[in-house]
């Protein structure tokens, strides 16, 4: 892995360790044991992410960090277009599977 690729990565891992504690979050020590990283570069990584609206500190509980709704609805966007193609491809699928006669 080069160098110039770490910051991302630690990034994503940042993702994939929020993942599924949405209500209760994770403290700034919790992300960097498991990102492997110091809790000073992974602040810095949650403030990018927060500022991008995809992390946030739970109000009233600073000290926890969660993902943001706006993640939440980039994945509903994803399935709200799937759902379109779906359909599309259903209502194909009926046209060219109907009998002639």
Same mark, same amino acid.
């Given at each position: 892995?080069?160098?110039?690729?770490?910051?991302?990565?630690?990034?994503?891992?940042?993702?994939?360790?929020?993942?599924?504690?949405?209500?209760?979050?994770? %403290? &700034?020590? $919790? !992300? *960097?044991? =498991?990102?492997?990283?110091?809790?000073?570069? @992974?602040?810095?990584? /949650?403030?990018?992410?927060?500022?991008?609206?995809?992390?946030?500190?739970?109000?009233?509980?600073?000290?926890?960090?969660?993902?943001?709704? %706006? &993640?939440? $609805? !980039? *994945?509903? =966007?994803?399935?709200?277009?799937?759902?379109? @193609?779906?359909?599309? /491809?259903?209502?194909?699928?009926?046209?060219?599977?109907?009998?002639?006669?």
């Amino acid at each position: 892995m080069s160098a110039s690729n770490q910051p991302t990565r630690r990034t994503l891992r940042l993702l994939f360790a929020l993942q599924g504690h949405t209500f209760e979050g994770l %403290r &700034l020590k $919790q !992300l *960097a044991d =498991a990102v492997q990283a110091s809790p000073s570069t @992974v602040l810095r990584d /949650l403030e990018v992410l927060a500022d991008e609206g995809i992390a946030e500190r739970i109000p009233g509980r600073d000290e926890y960090w969660r993902l943001s709704p %706006r &993640l939440i $609805q !980039l *994945a509903r =966007a994803h399935e709200q277009e799937m759902a379109r @193609v779906r359909q599309r /491809l259903d209502e194909t699928d009926q046209r060219y599977s109907r009998n002639p006669n």
